[in-house]
């Protein structure tokens, strides 16, 4: 079901958010599970490949979950972590030095990546919950305390420190009845291995119940009359037309769109949509978000700056491009806006997933130069064909690594033709 929530007016209205209502369950009314169960799950985490081989990663999660069984979790702080897990000194400076915010982020991830393997289904939940360092302890949804569990493994030894390879960043924000529609239609798209399109999105979405998506503008924000022409009722608010004006969403953003959240609700996630305007930097900081858009998408083109692969503008012909910062005189990737449409034979895209160094959240980019572009890349990243073909050409282990891919598609008579991929980045 989607939720829709009327935002604050501004002087000519307000963008509405759409969220899908979270899932009925019976959560809250489940017995938690007792120290003994946790303490042997806990066991298996550590023992996992995922926890393992590094020292610092186990050693936060151990002392977390151990502080909160013994009902000390009000005092698991960052700074009292630092001291304690880390061994910095009580005065050290958490802004300089955010080993604690870095970590969790990491054990959170890992702690993820060992749920969503096969069989982990009936096991206990240990989760790091985001903006807390308080664990919380539960039994797998739809199944009953008291499980029994697989034998516990051998108690999990600290050896060395061994980073494992993770999203790192590259440098330290209607007409919503089209959306909805797009929804329906694109959950039943999204067919074929699910390997590739996980090790695409498991990264990015992690433990998170819920991923923002940040719709751009339509581009075409009129309707009939002006706001000078309702001046007059700047002291008793937007008018229904003013509100309609600024309340649209681009076709071909609105089909990406529902293609993503269809995704979303496979996989059992919620979402939170907006339109850029809405969103703040802050916003970015609570969660996994996902870009629709790039010149109409002001987010798109903020985020990406220091990326390899940027949207640009010629400001002397006018003419919007994909620039290479490798290769800087490079300008294959282009579009005219002006010329007319039936004399359109393709567009360009990029997506891009990376972990931004501001927010320290998962960002990931779903957009073209022009419209058809953003079809295509709506498409590559929901369907396992392309993100197949993006794995045979990916080095190892690239599922932990920020990336970025250009893509091309042909449009013939106004029809977007299948995404290829130009180029691709790994880092």
Known sequence: M???????????????????DSPVNGRSLQVQPNHEEVRNQLSRILASPLFKNSRHY???????????????????????????????????DTN????????ACEVRKRIAQYY?????????RIDLPHGSYVPDFRYPENCPGGIPADPVPGAARIVAWNVIPSLRPFVQPGLIIVAVVAVGLAAGSLRGSRSAIDRFWSPVWGSFDSIMVCLGRSGADSLPGTPAANQANAEIGPTLLDVMRTDHVAFADAVAMGR???L????????????????????????????????????TVRLETQLRFTFEKDAATGIHFIRDRLNPGKMNWKSDFSVPYSRVSGDYAIISRFVDARTERA??????????????????VT???YLEDLSRRAPSGWEHKNLQVVIATEVINGNVGPPRILDAYFW
Request: neutral net charge; hydrophobic residues 40%; aromatic residues 8%.
């Open 58 to 92: 186990p050693a936060l999660l151990r002392y977390v979950v151990e502080e909160t069984l013994e009902n000390r979790g009000s005092h698991l702080k960052e700074r009292s972590l630092g001291v304690d897990v880390f061994g910095r000194d009580p005065n050290y």
């Open 363 to 380: 960002v990931v980019v779903v957009a073209g130069i022009g419209k058809d572009g953003t079809m295509a890349a709506g498409e590559f």
């Open 264 to 299: 979303l609700r496979e996989n059992h996630k919620n979402y939170d949509i907006r339109k850029g305007p809405a969103f703040t930097l802050n916003d970015f900081r609570k969660g996994p978000v996902v870009l629709i858009g790039a010149f109409n998408n002001a987010w």
């Open 260 to 262: 993503l959240t269809g």
């Open 383 to 385: 369907e396992a064909r």
């Open 116 to 124: 969503h393997e096969a069989g982990r289904e009936a096991e206990i």
């Open 2 to 20: 989607l939720g829709f929530v009327p935002e604050a007016l501004g002087a000519m209205g307000g963008t509405t958010i759409v969220r899908s």
């Open 96 to 103: 300089l030095d955010p080993v604690v915010r870095t970590s």
